[in-house]
């Protein structure tokens, strides 16, 4: 495509040199004029829209394609410094006169897609089809002309850039040969035209770029798609085996599980291999204890490394102490009297910066303290099995040093605040009244530093306060759990109660169960035997015995009544429900 690009450019560049005269008259567009009778326009330079070095319409936007990213594809912009005229064009058979440049250029319309056909109206009614092969041939090269009776004809070139060439002749004035003939003259009209052969090419070239697109894209995703999984083997015997010894395998674990999980999911456990699936599930699940072990081992790890790691800062912490021991040492009078102006001020500022750091050091390994009495306070709490002993004593025991740790904190300040205070009085004494500056400096430091003794006093005291509350609470959950206990004791003695009743008093069962023999027989008006009785009874209480129900239902003659059915050998006893009946007399 860029090749194609480059050619068209150098045909363009070929083609304009050859269809434009160099003019030698500088008023030969005044003397064209005067030979057809037109009286020409002066006082403006003559100036044209036109490239000769692409031979395109400067100003015409690029066609609109139908899918984004693709389309016509414009030149590269030459300079547009360079001023062209029309010049008049002279042909074997006739001659071209420019318009008047002062004149309002025509209408046109918009430029379809991949138009390679132009129409060109205003011929002269002389004109043949050799002379518009003679003066459109330079435009490029004519696959086809279609001519009217009516002075029009539509061309259509072979390149769309064509189309742009024989737009540039747009309004130019037609004369054969040297004759003033109506007939033999004519203002030429070229502008865009439709045609459906563009069309069908454009869209099929649309296609071709939309297809490459689409491959093009495909091809990229191909290459940052992330590779596919390995393919999970089926089932049998000789793999099963296999799998086995893999899974038992600490390097292969992790493919087995997942063939072993394909396997079950798809439903390839029957009673035939049930057996190697379990063995295989059971080695998978021997496999938890070495991942408990790799676990420990790492911890382990981890807790050397936050020994060394706190070892080494409490060891760089230490120096840190002794460096500014020494800016301490040396911001005494016995020293500081003979170091410069200079001297003292680099001195001053290093010790502030190794104050500095040293906080932020130990500000840093507080919290790491912080955190390890967190971790271990927890360890503790899931741990221990009486939380009412030990809950409280560790609590304690960590607001203790929480208190112990912000009191360290204020005694730092308060150093600090002093060593303020005891290099303010010095500077006081040595310095003289010029550093008022360094003065409100350092009495702001003091403010703040006050202001931050003020705020450590205020949450120690709230801290006290939430320490108090606690102990409370944790009283209080004391007391609750005597009392849960106590009620739990009682329950219990409770449950041994009604146990011990419920084994003494099996009659009571037996007169609750008589409802449910009335309502039963009920069912059953014809009667129903006593082992067919006892058999629904012991669905509901399997102590219940048949000499038991016999004897309960003898005791009850105006409910339930015995009746002899059948005639010898199929002769049988069965009970009646017969407590409605009196109702029923009465």
């Known amino acids: 495509f860029t090749l194609e690009i480059c050619m068209w450019i150098h045909n363009m560049s070929m083609d304009s040199s050859q269809m434009t005269m160099p003019m030698s008259d500088p008023n030969a567009w005044a003397t064209a004029m005067n030979n057809l009778g037109m009286a020409p326009m002066t006082g403006q330079p003559l100036m044209s829209d036109f490239d000769s070095g692409l031979g395109m319409m400067t100003g015409i936007a690029p066609m609109n394609p139908m899918m984004p990213g693709l389309g016509y594809v414009p030149p590269p912009p030459l300079p547009q410094d360079l001023p062209i005229v029309k010049e008049i064009i002279h042909c074997q058979s006739c ?50 002309i ?47 035209a439709q045609a459906r052969d563009d069309l069908y090419e454009w869209e099929c070239r649309q ?104 070892s080494a800062l409490s060891g760089i912490l230490a120096q840190f102490e002794q460096i500014v ?31 500095e750091i040293r906080n932020m050091q130990n500000e840093e390994l507080m919290g790491i303290r912080r955190e390890e009495e967190m971790e271990m306070s927890d360890d503790d709490m899931e741990d221990t099995h009486n939380p009412d002993e030990s ?24 150093n600090e605040v002093e060593l303020l205070k005891q290099e303010q009085g010095k500077n006081q004494e040595h310095t003289p009244p010029q550093h008022s500056e360094e003065d409100t400096c350092r009495q702001q430091q003091l403010t703040f530093l006050q202001q931050a003794l003020q705020g450590m006093q205020k949450q120690l005291l709230k801290m006290c306060e939430e320490r108090k509350q606690r102990e409370a609470e944790m009283e209080k959950t ?16 409770g449950l041994q109660s009604l146990k011990t009743l419920t084994t003494h008093t099996p009659q009571v069962s037996l007169s609750h169960s008589s409802g449910i023999i009335s309502a039963f027989l009920h069912v059953h008006p014809f009667g129903a035997s006593i082992e067919y009785i006892c058999s629904y009874l012991q669905q509901l209480n399997t102590k219940i015995n048949t000499g038991e129900v016999d004897a309960l239902l003898g ?10 059915t059948g005639v010898g050998a199929s ?8 407590g409605f009946e009196g109702i029923m007399i009465t």
């Not at 004149?103 to 518009?132: D, Q």
């Not at 009078?333 to 104050?355: I, M, T, Y």
């Not at 005791?555 to 002899?564: A, N, S």
């Open 571 to 578: 002769l049988e006893k069965r009970w009646k429900f017969c």
């Open 325 to 355: 021991s020494v800016f301490h040492a040396a911001s005494k009078q016995k020293a500081w009297d003979h170091f410069s102006k200079a001297q003292r001020k680099n001195l001053d500022v290093w010790r502030k910066q190794a104050e």
């Open 478 to 493: 004391v007391e609750d759990k005597h009392q849960l206990e106590s009620q739990v004791k009682s329950l219990k003695e």
């Open 391 to 414: 809950g409280p004593v560790s609590q304690a025991e960590a607001l203790k040093e929480e208190n112990d740790s912000l009191r360290c904190q204020l005694d730092a300040y308060r």
């Open 95 to 144: 001659t071209l006169f420019p318009p008047n440049p002062h004149l309002p250029s025509p209408a046109m319309r918009e430029r379809p897609p991949g138009c390679k056909t132009v129409f060109v109206g205003g011929l002269p009614e002389n004109a043949t089809e050799a002379l518009i092969v003679e003066v459109f041939g330079q435009c490029g090269d004519i696959i086809a």
């Open 146 to 192: 279609r001519k009217s009776k009516k002075n029009f004809c539509h061309i259509r070139f072979t390149e769309e850039f064509n189309v742009d060439r024989a737009l540039f002749l747009s309004g130019y004035r037609m004369r054969l040969g040297s004759s003033t003939d109506k007939k033999d003259t004519g203002r030429l009209h070229v502008d865009f």
């Open 555 to 564: 005791r009850l003659p105006c409910t339930f009544r015995q009746e002899l």
């Open 207 to 310: 296609r071709m770029f939309a297809r490459e697109e689409r491959h093009r894209r495909r091809m990229e995703e191909d290459r940052f798609r992330p590779p596919s999984p390995p393919l999970i083997v089926h089932y049998s015997d000789h793999e099963c085996s296999q799998l086995g010894d893999k899974i038992k395998d600490e390097a292969a674990f992790a493919e087995a599980v997942r063939v072993l999980l394909t396997w079950v999911e798809r439903g390839e456990v029957n009673r035939r291999n049930a057996n190697n699936f379990y063995s295989m599930i059971q080695s998978s699940n021997s496999h938890i204890r070495q991942l408990m072990c790799q676990k420990a081992t790492h911890e382990k790890e981890m807790e050397e490394a936050k020994d060394k790691f706190k």
